[in-house]
């Protein structure tokens, strides 16, 4: 069986700090006296966990919301993988994420901020039982995690200069003396560089995609020679540096303030009107030869204008899963599983290049955006309209029309040479594990499984509060044969709001489905 781990996690991390016994300040009685380190051992110490992973390498381990158990729950280390070698445990708990505090966010959020991080990451634990202890306690986590890095700690900065006609870049960078691959740089005052956040004295980290420590000062010379336009680095300064050099880390683009760089990808909500977004999604080569889903045609007044979805921009996420390697089938069934709303991720088309040649990910500089004040009011103004349409009918028509018969079925599926013919999805912060795919003339399809189907039950044991992965693992399970109790997503959703059950009782033989959806136009006006 061949399963879609969405946003099951399988990520890792690098040794850092060891207790080194020093001989000359060694202590020569074992049976010493401790009071005075009472206070730091029964502080609670967080680590820092260095992750690098190679091309097509994950990071070794899986990070679950475990019943019972508080925070961000690390599992399944693998062994001698990237995360063993890092330092990471079984049963850690996450407090930060690229030196972000994570612990108070969704569980969807954390994994999908491991998820764009890139090939390396950098990740504070805490032991599972110290971090229990601490919860116990009261102990403010956050502060607990900030205090690792000293006062006086700032971010590093991610800095996008555009050239100036007159006076170029406006920066100039120098070796530091005695230190072998670190370079300072230094703003023009008033200059391009200045304005896009670089200060005086600050430590060139990366320079177009490229660790400064890597290279020489004649090569980072060349590169500004040769530039262009525009230039993106990251700085930081000497201060803060310090903090990382003690804790051995790395610094990160993923870790920096971001402000002034441009085609940030946008987060968008949209709630579906009554001839839905308003949108055409088509799936177009670029110049380059590389295939991408555009939005096109947005409708004046419609739901994705007034969200602020642009005519022209590229759908990179939709509810939180990347539409990088789907289809373009595949991007209108996340669509359609979602409902009456749906969130989105889109940038600007020139975004895709300027990201690929810096080898980073735009999502991890995506910003929340929320329509202007005037546009919620019209959306609102639309909605009221609506409700009064609705009011012409009588209370109990229009019970009836909002009620979604479900088509509960009980599935019977025999694993064939191939598997069983389906891959499994879920999506971040909505209940259910449903069928993300299903293999033409397999399985699942003979069994009557459908496209988008939500998962009740798998072999009788109810499956709706169990995480993607415990799904997987109750299938495998299952060896040859597997029962499944499935539903529609609109009829899970109706059942769902109406308080009602779903039981074996209310099967539709699978043997009597018929799949009635028509196929998707090239372009689906969503």
Not at 95 to 113: M, S, T, Y
Not at 275 to 297: C, I, N, P, W
Not at 453 to 479: F, R, S
Request: glycine content about 8%; some cysteine.
């Amino acid at each position: 069986m061949r399963v879609t781990y969405f946003p099951v996690l399988e990520y890792a991390m690098e040794l850092t700090d060891r207790f080194v016994f020093n001989l000359k300040e060694g202590i020569d009685n074992p049976a010493m006296d401790i009071a005075e380190d009472a206070e730091r051992v029964s502080d609670p110490l967080p680590r820092v966990c260095v992750l690098k992973r190679e091309e097509g390498e994950n990071f070794g381990f899986h990070l679950r919301v475990e019943r019972g158990l508080p925070g961000h729950v690390v599992r399944h280390v693998e062994t001698f993988g990237v995360a063993e070698k890092a330092g990471l445990r079984n049963g850690d708990r996450l407090l930060e994420v690229n030196e972000l505090f994570v612990d108070d966010l969704e569980h969807g959020e954390v994994a999908h901020k491991i998820q764009v991080s890139g090939p390396q990451l950098c990740l504070l634990v805490l032991d599972g039982e110290e971090y229990e202890q601490a919860v116990a306690q009261g102990r403010d986590l956050k502060e607990l995690a900030s205090a690792q890095r000293g006062e006086g700690w700032k971010p590093p900065r991610l800095c996008h200069i555009t050239r100036d006609p007159g006076t170029g870049l406006g920066f100039s960078i120098l070796p530091v003396e005695g230190e072998k691959g670190k370079f300072t740089i230094s703003p023009v005052t008033g200059g391009p560089a200045e304005k896009a956040g670089v200060r005086k004295g600050d430590r060139l980290i990366w320079i177009n995609g490229a660790m400064a420590c890597e290279l020489t000062h004649s090569a980072i010379s060349k590169m500004v020679k040769k530039c262009s336009d525009h230039m993106t680095v990251l700085v930081i300064d000497s201060e803060s540096e310090k903090c990382y050099v003690r804790r051995r880390m790395l610094i990160l683009p993923a870790m920096a303030n971001a402000q002034s760089m441009p085609y940030r990808p946008r987060r968008l909500h949209l709630e579906q009107g009554p001839d839905g977004y308003g949108f055409y999604l088509r799936q177009e080569k670029t110049s380059a030869g590389r295939l991408v889903h555009m939005l096109r045609d947005v409708e004046a007044g419609s739901p994705a204008e007034l969200a602020g979805v642009k005519d022209g921009e590229l759908l990179l996420e939709v509810n939180g899963v990347s539409t990088e390697c789907l289809s373009h089938e595949d991007v209108v069934s996340l669509f359609r599983q979602s409902g009456q709303q749906v969130t989105i991720t889109t940038m600007a088309l020139h975004g895709q290049d300027f990201y690929t040649k810096l080898g980073l990910s735009p999502l991890l500089f995506t910003e929340e955006h929320s329509p202007a004040k005037e546009q919620k009011e019209k959306l609102a103004s639309l909605e009221q309209s609506a409700a009064v349409v609705m009011l012409v009918a009588s209370p109990a028509e229009a019970q009836e029309e909002l009620w979604v018969e479900p088509n509960i079925r009980l599935c019977v599926v025999q694993r064939g040479t191939v598997g069983f013919g389906f891959h499994l999805g879920c999506i971040q912060q909505k209940p259910g594990t449903f069928i993300n795919q299903v293999t033409a003339r397999g399985p699942a399809e003979s069994s009557g499984l459908l496209q988008g189907d939500v998962i009740v039950e798998v072999n009788g044991q109810n499956v709706e509060d169990e995480c993607l992965e415990d799904v997987i693992l109750l299938m495998k399970k299952g060896e040859t044969t597997l029962s499944l109790l499935v539903v529609d997503r609109p009829g899970y959703e109706c059942l769902k709001k109406n308080g009602k059950p779903i039981t074996a009782e209310k099967v539709v033989k699978a043997s009597e489905v018929k799949d009635d959806v028509s196929p998707s136009p090239i372009q689906p006006t969503l």
